[in-house]
């Protein structure tokens, strides 16, 4: 997920952008050092106020300064004998106390059950209900796991569940609306740039009918438990149940929160399904829904006449894959497997390596791996770019699993596509990023082994560990940015203002190109820097602590892992790609920047609007989850009111984003797709993730079909003209032919004049109708050398050329060409 565009809003001089906030403000968010001395909170919502300031000291230069706060740690409650989870390593003293020494947990501690879904909205809104709350944006239905406010506080889309200031007993509710074993709790505090809200302790209580209530106990006083929680808005605080318990409904009762505050949270509800009329011997009977819920056939099995509650139905993908995370080394040796099982349409290569040195592996996949066939499109998928945006990285994964497969047993659709595409797939550009959110969930990883079933999940081995990951406990901006802290998205060369400058200046596209502009000098050096502006504008809160206009801003490197993909776009002439993130729901088409300088955000169209547009419309509407008309947003805009589709600049600006790199420095097309609400989705919820984007992903690709396509050649040799320029009549971006004079050039259906230029060569016009069939339309070129080109190709040969004979050529053609 993109994040929330405080910082650009906030230092936009003039530019009147309506968020609030005094223009000279410093956006503070620090969290406090402490627990000790609560603090008092800001003013009311009403009058957004300068919120905890620092280092504002009043003067005007046009500079950002930003500082990163390190994500806290989370706080796990550690508990005698539970072997499962080790001590977390915190650099900071705790700031909750921990109840290890109190809380006596029976020995066979049940292990993490799988959350219930508040984060990823599963659970709908109206299985979450609340004692009260303040209003509307407040509601029970925003009290979710890692939801996002919006840049103002008091709209519809508020960052946590609040009970009202008077409400003395406030309850959170979730109906999990069928016997479900509960077995533990995580919290966060209230998202929201102006204010600080979190309960720093509640009770938990069980009831099948939502009338009679019972507590979770304190083993060793007898007592209601009373739960440690919160002491930071971001940081989500795991409490396991000293005994799970099986109920319907669950209920948080907040019994403190921050002095001054009210008692707001977001939260996830872990929870195992539990099947009914199995015994539930060993604590294992929840398991084992859940190790099955991949399995073909269990989704095929009869109900069981007994149980009287009826099973939420399983979440589910008939494919056999690999429904798991994957860290580095299982994803190299996936990616391993699959190249032995589809030796003759795979190849893996890496395009470089990480800061920390991991390799950034691509996985090829095409009837003639390793080599470009002419006119065959080359195509890519990029994930990762975020580290903790993990869905993109695992949908790849199992992409390249599904169409090895297909391939295998003959599926037309998927051999067609590997016969007339070359495909690359990057499941992790961010490699670095991508272990530091997977430790953090990896911790929790080690289960006990799934209970042996016949047959169950043979293709991935029985017994192995019980997963338990997911984004839970991992924040939402942990492990984004690379090793060194840069955020990938605004660490590509800034191509659009030198553009719009000549434009500006009515250079192009007669002395400046309109495409295929080249890396500004500065950008090659080895110590290249960027700006850090469009960091900071895409930093989400949690994460950003403070802007302030007044210091120079910090350089950026440009990453390693940028520069490889860079040198990779440029050896490939990829034509089509999208670059796979998390978070949202929605796909964003380039420009990602705004034209206006300083503008947080503004319509910002390429000339290839339409094409864009309607690539992006492609995957929006195949998208199983983002087609649900009566989606709800996953945080604080309905994208769904626009067909799932904006204009990046349009959302918020970005500068030095990938996309707008790939569409100005090179022939692809690229958009970027929010694959979903939650950014590091539960391992039992990818199977269903797979499903909703199968179509999506597969169409997407299939689209590189639309337009035009085919080769230039040299009229007397039939030899293909590399880097012939193709011009399409009123649209003012020309692509590039690839070193064998093919080229593709992506149009929506119409008539179209297109012409082809090379050096040396006449250019030739002609008209090519792009239709609704599938194409792509043939469009072929041969070009004819000028005279003077023949004249200095003879001169090159060593041939001796009359004079006169020469001038007359100069005269004739000289300025022709
Ligand atoms: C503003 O802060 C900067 C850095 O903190 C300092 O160097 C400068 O003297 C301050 N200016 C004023 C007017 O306080
Ligand atoms: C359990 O009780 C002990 C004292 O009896 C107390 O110190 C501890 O905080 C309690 N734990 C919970 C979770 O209520
Ligand atoms: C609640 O329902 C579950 C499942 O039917 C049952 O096992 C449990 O005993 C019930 N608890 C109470 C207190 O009624
Ligand atoms: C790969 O191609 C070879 C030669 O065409 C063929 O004999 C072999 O069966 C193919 N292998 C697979 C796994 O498709
Ligand atoms: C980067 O290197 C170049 C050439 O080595 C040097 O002139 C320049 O000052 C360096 N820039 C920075 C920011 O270190
Ligand atoms: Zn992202």
Not at 519 to 531: C, D, I, Q, R
């Amino acid at each position: 997920m993109w994040g929330l565009l405080l910082a650009l809003a906030a230092f936009a001089p003039a530019v009147g952008v309506g968020v609030g906030a005094p223009s000279t403000s410093v956006l503070g968010l620090a969290p406090p050092a402490t627990t000790g001395a609560p603090i008092s909170t800001p003013a009311p919502r009403s009058s957004p106020a300068q919120p905890p300031a620092e280092k504002n000291n009043g003067t005007s230069e046009q500079h950002v300064q930003f500082r990163i706060i390190k994500k806290k740690k989370i706080v796990m409650k550690k508990r005698k004998k539970l072997i499962r989870p080790r001590p977390l390593v915190t650099d900071r003293p705790p700031v909750t106390t921990s109840p290890a020494e109190t809380l006596d947990l029976p020995e066979k501690q049940e292990p993490g059950c799988p959350p219930l879904g508040l984060e990823s909205l599963r659970v709908t809104d109206n299985q979450l209900e609340a004692s009260s709350s303040q209003s509307f944006g407040l509601g029970p239905h925003r009290g979710r796991l890692n939801i996002q406010s919006g840049l103002e506080d008091g709209d519809l889309y508020d960052g946590a569940w609040c009970a009202e200031e008077q409400d003395a007993e406030p309850w959170f509710q979730v109906d999990a609306t069928h016997p479900t074993r509960f077995s533990g709790v995580i919290t966060q505090g209230r998202n929201s740039i102006w204010r600080y809200d979190w309960v720093t302790s509640y009770k938990v209580q069980f009831s099948n009918d939502s009338r009679t209530w019972w507590g979770s106990r304190n083993r060793s006083s007898g007592m209601d438990a009373v739960f440690p929680a919160n002491s930071d808005p971001e940081t989500p605080v795991l409490n396991l149940l000293p005994e799970p318990q099986v109920a319907r409904f669950i209920r948080l009762l907040p019994q403190t929160w921050l002095e001054g505050g009210t008692s707001c949270l977001r939260a996830e509800i872990l929870a195992c399904p539990v099947s009914g009329g199995q015994s539930d011997k060993a604590g294992w009977a929840g398991y084992n829904l859940h190790c099955e819920c991949t399995l073909p056939h269990e989704l095929n099995s009869p109900p069981d006449p007994n149980d009287l509650f009826p099973e939420a139905p399983a979440l589910g993908s008939l494919d056999p894959l690999d429904f798991r995370h994957h860290n580095y080394k299982a994803m190299r040796k996936l990616m391993k497997q699959v190249n032995e099982q589809c030796p003759n349409i795979t190849r893996v290569y890496s395009i470089g390596k990480s800061h920390q040195g991991l390799k950034l592996y691509v996985m090829e996949m095409s009837d003639q791996p390793g080599e470009h066939e002419l006119g065959e499109p080359e195509v890519r998928y990029v994930a990762g770019m975020h580290g903790n945006e993990a869905l993109g990285r695992e949908l790849l994964l199992l992409l390249m699993q599904f169409l090895c497969r297909e391939f295998l047993r003959g599926d037309p659709r998927v051999t067609r596509l590997l016969t007339e595409t070359r495909i690359h797939l990057l499941p992790s550009m961010n490699p670095d990023g991508y272990e530091t959110a997977f430790r953090r969930v990896g911790r929790l990883a080690q289960g006990p082994p799934c209970p042996f079933l016949p047959g169950a999940r043979s293709l991935l081995g029985l017994n192995k560990p019980l997963p338990w990951q997911g984004s839970e406990l991992v924040g939402w901006a942990e492990g984004r940015w690379n090793k060194q802290g840069i955020d990938l998205n605004h660490n590509f060369a800034d191509l659009n203002t030198p553009l719009w400058e000549a434009e500006d200046d009515g250079l192009v596209p007669d002395t400046v190109p309109n495409h295929h502009l080249p890396l500004p000098a500065y950008y090659t050096l080895p110590n290249a820097t960027v700006s850090i502006l469009g960091a900071v504008a895409e930093a989400t809160v949690g994460a950003l602590v403070s802007v302030s206009r007044h210091s120079s801003p910090a350089p950026v490197q440009v990453a390693p892992e940028t520069r490889a993909v860079i040198d990779w776009m440029e050896r490939i002439p990829f034509v089509l790609s999208a670059n796979l993130h998390g978070g949202e729901l929605v796909v964003s088409y380039p420009f990602d920047m705004t034209r206006t300088p300083w503008a947080a955000r503004e319509l910002t169209p390429t000339p290839d609007d339409t094409v864009f547009r309607w690539l992006s419309t492609v995957y929006a509407g195949t998208n199983r989850v983002m087609q649900d008309p009566d989606r709800r947003p996953c945080h604080n805009q309905d994208f769904s009111l626009h067909g799932n589709v904006i204009n990046g600049a349009d959302w918020h600006t970005v500068p030095g984003s990938m996309n707008d790199f790939s569409y100005l420095h090179t022939n692809c097309f690229e958009v970027t797709v929010e694959l979903s609400c939650d950014k590091f989705p539960h391992e039992n919820e990818l199977p269903q993730e797979w499903e909703n984007n199968k179509d999506a992903l597969l169409t997407y690709l299939e689209q590189v079909r639309m337009g035009i396509a085919g080769v230039v050649r040299d009229k007397d040799t039939e030899l293909g003209i590399a880097d012939a320029v193709i011009a399409v009549d009123g649209i003012n971006h020309d692509v590039t032919t690839a070193w064998g004079g093919d080229y593709w050039r992506l149009l929506t259906p119409g008539d179209y004049m297109v012409t082809a230029s090379a050096e040396g060569y006449h250019t030739v016009t002609r008209n090519c109708r792009v239709t609704f069939e599938e194409g792509p339309v043939p469009c072929n070129f041969r070009l004819t050398k000028t005279p003077k080109q023949r004249l200095r190709e003879l001169l090159a040969a060593g041939a001796k050329v009359p004079p006169d004979l020469r001038r007359r050529l100069e005269r004739l053609r000289g300025q022709k060409d």
